[in-house]
């Protein structure tokens, strides 16, 4: 239980109206260890009351054009653009995530979310086909689904609220949302913005609390009819079998343990800084991050020492401090978690080149109780090691090397995740031919997390099911109807 001092106290906002919980969860700043924040720990209850206002707010906020609902979210991304300092400082507070990516990252990509899918929505169209010899006209149309349930993780926490939000609402959805219990903040201070953006009461309600809690009563609730979640496997499948019973659509956006592959023509003026990025941005804590460096032995050496000499300039420091490179892992569990497969690594006998347990970590005074851990270089480790296969969804990569682009291809796609990877050579022919035997969702060749929004993002085999973006979040937002003239 915290102390005295004033804690921040978020509610659930619900039909329009902010509610207090029967009870609260503590909540942590990852710079200093203490709890700043209580959260709400709702239950079915709360599931409940929001359900019955998003019923209630669906056929007025459905029956709206696409262009009556594009000017509303339009609307929030201004509103949202208006205050990103604060939400900036809020979500670098919450996460541990610098304040520089939090202001140049999580909140631009926020409003770019509410404008994105405000402008998507007013250009899809239908399909229509001529049945001449019955005399029949086919056309399809889209109607939203209904209630929209929408559960996210702690990683990126309003720039993947948003991602869900945006596309449910825009094509005529009401959305109960559940933000990690780790990260609540944001998407509170959200709520305080959508009355004045003209989002009726009803169609956004958030409902804070744990998974197993709040989560699972929003996941088997009859009618809520979809569930897009964001984040890991272990919790996907619980997903899959409680909302079972109930055939709900499900889009599930899971872990990675994503490759780089750098061949022997790679400019490694550009291969290797953007490597450094790919593997300890938001402290490693991207699903997107690169966790598998497999270098070509002939610039082995070459790279490797680039890439550690780049990797202790990455620097450690206070989120609140604009020249952090990286700030504080999420929780104590989960940075227990990340140094537990160095012990791992170490003892399996790999050489730890610079990071845990051989470089030394300074903090401020005020940081030394929060989750700060320096990024790491595991080298001469085996691809079976559980560093090479598990998604550590922390500040440590592995480099290896390989010889040939078939051995590289078949050791890049042998591990159960298929998100994403990074390919870096001049050959043209050869990054196309790789990226299409990779088994990836999303290939990035010679750069990193260049977002294309309206193409499809997501992942294959454990990284998930179905895809986002313009036109299928729009898909999975929306059953589709055909209906037949006869004339
Ligand atoms: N593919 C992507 O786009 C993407 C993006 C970010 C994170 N991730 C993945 O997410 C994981 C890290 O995030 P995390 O630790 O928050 O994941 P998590 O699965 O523990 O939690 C994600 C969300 O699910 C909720 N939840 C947990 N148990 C639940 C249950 N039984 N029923 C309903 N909801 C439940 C949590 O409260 C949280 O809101 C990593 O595996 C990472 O790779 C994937
Ligand atoms: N959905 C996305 C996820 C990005 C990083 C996850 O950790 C996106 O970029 O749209």
């Known amino acids: 239980m915290a102390g005295t001092r004033a804690l921040l106290m978020l509610e659930n906002f619900i039909d329009g109206k902010f509610l207090p919980c029967d009870s609260y969860l503590d909540s942590y700043d990852p710079s200093t260890g203490e709890v700043y924040c209580r959260v709400p720990d709702s239950g079915k209850a709360e599931v409940a009351a929001a359900v019955a206002a998003a019923r209630a707010a669906f056929p007025g906020w459905s029956a709206r054009s696409p262009q009556e609902r594009s000017q509303v979210l339009l609307r929030l991304a201004d509103l949202l653009e208006q205050s990103l300092e604060e939400f900036a400082v809020a979500e670098s507070r919450d996460q541990g995530k610098t304040i520089t990516l939090a202001r140049t990252m999580d909140i631009p990509r926020s409003v770019q979310n509410f404008r994105f899918f405000a402008s998507s929505i007013l250009h899809h169209t239908s399909q229509c086909t001529q049945m001449d010899h019955a005399g029949c006209l086919h056309y399809t149309v889209r109607e939203p689904v209904g209630i929209a349930g929408l559960i996210s993780p702690w990683n990126l926490p309003l720039y993947l609220l948003t991602w869900k939000i945006a596309p449910a609402i825009a094509a005529g959805n009401t959305v109960i949302a559940k933000p990690s219990e780790l990260t609540s903040v944001t998407a509170w201070m959200l709520c305080q913005l959508l009355q004045k953006a003209g989002v009726p009461p009803g169609v956004v309600n958030i409902v804070f609390g ?42 599930l956006e899971l872990g990675g343990k994503n490759p780089a592959i750098i061949f022997e023509d790679a400019n490694l003026e550009e291969c290797v800084p953007t490597t ?158 790789v990226a299409k035997k990779l088994q990836s969702g999303l290939v990035w060749t010679n750069c990193w997390l260049i977002r294309e929004l309206n193409l499809p993002f997501g992942g294959m085999k454990s990284s998930g099911v179905g895809r986002e973006g313009a036109k299928d979040s729009y898909e999975f937002f929306t059953e589709s109807k055909t209906i037949t003239i006869k004339h």
Not at 306 to 327: L, Q
């Open 210 to 251: 744990t998974g197993p809690r709040v989560g699972e009563a929003l996941v088997s609730h009859p009618e809520v009819p979809v569930i897009s979640f964001t984040g890991s496997q272990p919790t996907a499948e619980r997903i899959t079998q409680l909302s079972a019973p109930h055939c709900k659509k499900l889009s």
């Open 276 to 433: 450094v990025r790919s593997s300890f941005a938001n402290q490693g804590e991207i699903c997107l991050c690169t966790s598998r460096i497999f270098v070509q032995k002939s610039i082995y050496s070459e790279f490797l020492k680039k890439f550690v000499e780049a990797t202790r300039m990455w620097k450690v420091g206070s989120p609140a401090d604009p020249s952090a490179s990286m700030g504080a892992l999420i929780s104590k569990a989960h940075l227990e978690k990340v140094r537990r497969y160095v012990k791992i690594a170490r003892a399996e006998g790999a050489r730890i080149l610079c990071g845990e347990g051989v470089d030394r970590l300074s903090l401020p005074p005020g940081n030394r109780a929060g989750y700060f851990m320096l990024p790491t270089v595991i080298t001469d480790i085996k691809d079976e090691s559980r560093c090479m296969k598990e998604e550590i969804f922390g500040p440590v990569t592995c480099v290896v090397p390989f010889d040939s682009e078939e051995e590289v291809v078949k050791r890049a796609n042998s591990v159960q995740y298929g998100l994403a990877a990074t390919v870096w050579s001049s050959n043209v022919g050869r990054v196309h031919r």
